[in-house]
């Protein structure tokens, strides 16, 4: 023990044997001390009872120690005051020992209590360190020089090595299992606690994995530093290790986790660099604005990361745009994502269209996103949109000079019916006016059109029939159309001239001359389909003696157009003649149909 035997013998309780041979000691001085009285020198009290009593109470404790010596006094001065007398002066030598003896004796006895209560805190306080020490939450141990014996160690030793703290001697250091980062167990010299016991080398933070009896790993951080006594000689050492299994397995999964966000971002920068995309953010806090080296480049900005107030960003957009771009920004603080296409004035002066893309981080505070330079694709539109309005006013003019070119001939034709005098001739000559004036009239009906690629097929029948009906005036015609579709000009034309045959016909031969009666037009669409019907209640097929021109003019437009008739007609109860044409028209006709309703 670090006190020594000393300390026991002062702190444990007296027993009847520690009195016992504090009594012979007292007792053997006082032999010796009558032995030596005649001839002793003063002070001879001193040699014999004084080193008894020290004696006892080193070895028997203190109350031994001092009953044995106030035997022992009370002895001395009997036999000495019973040979000399109490009032010869001066004192004799023996009496004059024994008065200066007491003092002395009490001193000693003062002493050795004193010593006793210093032993008995130094012991608790070192229990209390031994206490402490074991319950240290990791590997701790304290060596003593110069072999390595354990003197103290932590009580979680043995359950983070895996086995029990073995003895430290060099041999011994063998069996532990500490591991080289290339897998070469640890030498006896390499464990840190040994190298602070033979060298004096303190060691803070050294990281060991160490293989257990059962084969597991763990990670542990050593400190290590020695102890020296006064004279500075190293008498132990003092060794503390962690477990930082945990700690480690967090830090690789945190380097995994980091090795994978650097993999992605930069796999993110080739993507961005590749679509020619800059990054911007936005402290909505601050009211900051961040450009990255390509956003700013887009902007005019010098070509490097940058940071600019809000206001002024705003400043750079163009005035016709600022307003509106700004309020999208505002509508994505309240959260979703955030989109805008806008135009920007650089500080040289050019124009540049951005297109920005984000989305806000309410925890962050922040908005992020992407912008894109798409001038180019601006130009190509502008251009597109100007070649497109340059063919449309093209094709607007081309049908107007058509249909002038048409009506005109339709004016020759009808100055030459005028002159016509043969009947059949008239009536060949009149239906050949119709039919060139049906296509006068739907290029007519084109010029109406919102993108001159597609017709109203309502609005194109029902000036058909106000066209046609003034061919025979006593007849009414009726017409009823409820298509609600835009038909491409290569659908509308063709059945434009379909109905403008029947129409014709029907005015021309369903009835006798003169005679009253009524031609109805109806359309609609119905199951994906276009249906149209010229129906009259006049004399029939057979009894009108329909021309052959009439039949092959409708059959081969019919066909033109993928569409289907059907005639119904009995003598004196009328015909119906039943077009359908299969619905969706046209994907230029749908795209037509789609710009009129916008």
Same mark, same amino acid.
């Given at each position: ?8 013998r ?9 009195y016992?041979?504090a ?5 053997i001085?006082?032999l $010796? ?12 009290l001193?040699?014999t009872?004084f080193?008894?009593t020290?004696?006892?109470g080193v070895?028997?404790g ?6 044995a ?5 009370a ?5 000495s ?17 024994i008065?200066?003896?007491l003092p002395?004796c ?8 004193a010593?006793?209560?210093?032993a008995a805190?130094?012991t ?6 031994a206490?402490m020490f074991r319950?240290?939450?990791g ?5 003593q ?21 073995r003895?430290?001697?060099?041999d ?6 500490g ?5 070469r ?6 464990? *840190? ?9 303190i060691?803070?933070?050294?990281r ?5 009896? +059962? @084969? ?7 400190? !290590?530093a020695?102890?020296?006594?006064p ?5 132990g050492?003092?060794g503390?290790?962690f477990d ?14 980091e ?19 800059g ?12 450009l ?6 887009m ?9 600019l107030?809000? +206001?002024?960003?705003?400043?750079l957009?163009? *005035? ?6 700004l ?8 959260g979703g ?16 269209w951005? $297109?920005?893309?984000g ?5 962050l505070?922040i908005a ?9 694709r601006?130009?190509?539109e502008?251009?597109?949109?100007d ?6 006013v093209?094709?607007?003019e081309? +049908? =107007?000079?058509?249909?002038n070119s048409?009506?005109?001939?339709v ?6 019916l005028?002159?016509v *005098? ?8 009149s239906?050949?006016i119709?039919?060139?004036d049906?296509v006068?009239n ?10 001159l690629r597609s017709?109203?097929?309502d ?7 106000a066209?046609? @009906? ?5 007849l009414t ?7 609600? =579709? ?9 059945? @434009?001239?379909?109905?403008?045959e ?6 021309r ?17 119905d199951a ?10 006049g004399r029939?097929?057979? !009894?009108?003696g ?5 039949t092959?003019v ?5 066909r033109?157009i ?37």
């Open positions: 023990m670090p006190l020594g035997r000393f300390n026991t002062l702190l444990r309780a007296p027993r009847p044997a520690d016992l041979i009594f012979c000691l007292a007792a001085a006082v $010796i001390q009558l032995r030596l009285e005649v001839n002793a020198p003063t002070g001879a001193f040699v009872l080193p008894a020290v004696l006892a070895f028997c203190t109350a031994p120690a001092a009953v010596s106030l035997l022992g006094a002895a001395v001065a009997a036999l005051f019973g040979r000399t007398a109490l009032i010869a002066p001066p004192f004799n030598h023996a009496q004059t020992e008065l200066l003896f002395a009490v001193t000693v006895l003062w002493a050795t209590h010593l006793r209560r210093a805190d130094a608790r306080a070192e229990r209390r360190l206490e319950q240290f939450p590997v701790a141990a304290i060596l020089a110069p072999d390595g014996r354990v003197l103290l160690r932590s009580a979680r030793s043995n359950a983070v090595l895996g086995h029990e703290q003895a430290l001697a060099t011994g250091l063998f069996s532990y299992g591991l080289h980062p290339d897998g167990p640890y030498a006896p010299a390499d464990y *840190p606690i040994v190298r602070a016991l033979k060298t004096g080398e060691v803070h933070g050294e060991l994995r160490y293989r257990r009896d +059962d @084969g597991s790993i763990v990670h542990l951080e050593l400190h !290590a020695p102890i020296r006594d004279n500075g000689h190293i008498s050492s003092v503390m290790a930082i299994s945990d700690r480690v397995d967090a830090e690789c999964r945190l380097i995994e986790s090795a994978l966000h650097r993999a992605a971002a930069e796999r993110l920068r080739a993507a961005i660099d590749a679509g020619a995309l990054l911007w953010e936005l402290d909505i806090a601050a009211q900051h604005v961040r990255d080296a390509a956003a700013a480049a902007v005019g900005l010098p070509a490097e990361p940058i940071e107030a809000r +206001d002024r960003f705003s400043q957009i163009d *005035p016709a745009d600022r307003e509106r771009a309020a999208a920004l505002e509508r994505t603080m309240n994502p955030y989109a805008d296409e806008y135009c920007v004035r650089t500080p040289q002066g050019e124009t540049r951005i $297109i920005s893309r989305t806000i981080l309410p925890d505070k992020v996103g992407v912008v894109g330079d798409v001038t180019e601006r130009q190509r502008n251009a597109l949109r070649a497109l309005h340059a063919r449309d093209l094709m607007y081309a +049908d =107007h000079r058509i249909k048409l009506q005109l001939v004016s020759l034709l009808r100055l030459q005028n002159r *005098p043969h009947p059949d001739a008239r009536d060949a000559l239906q050949a119709s039919r060139v049906a006068a739907a290029h007519l009906s084109l010029q109406s059109s919102p993108d017709i109203d097929a609005t194109m029948l029902a000036e058909l029939c066209r046609v @009906g003034t061919l025979n005036p006593s015609l009726s017409c009823d159309t409820a298509i609600h =579709h835009m038909l491409d000009t290569e659908i509308a034309i063709p059945l @434009g001239l379909l109905a403008s029947l129409l014709t016909n029907a005015l031969h369903a009835y006798p001359a003169g005679a009253r009666g009524e031609v109805i037009l109806a359309a609609h669409t994906g389909s276009l249906t149209m019907t010229v129906a009259d209640r029939g097929l057979a !009894a009108a329909r021309p052959a021109l009439g092959t409708i059959t081969m437009l019919a033109q993928g569409a289907t008739v059907n005639r119904e007609s009995a003598p004196g109860d009328g015909t119906i003649v039943t077009v359908r044409l299969p619905l969706p028209l046209s994907s230029g006709a749908l795209a037509a149909a789609e710009a009129g309703k916008v």
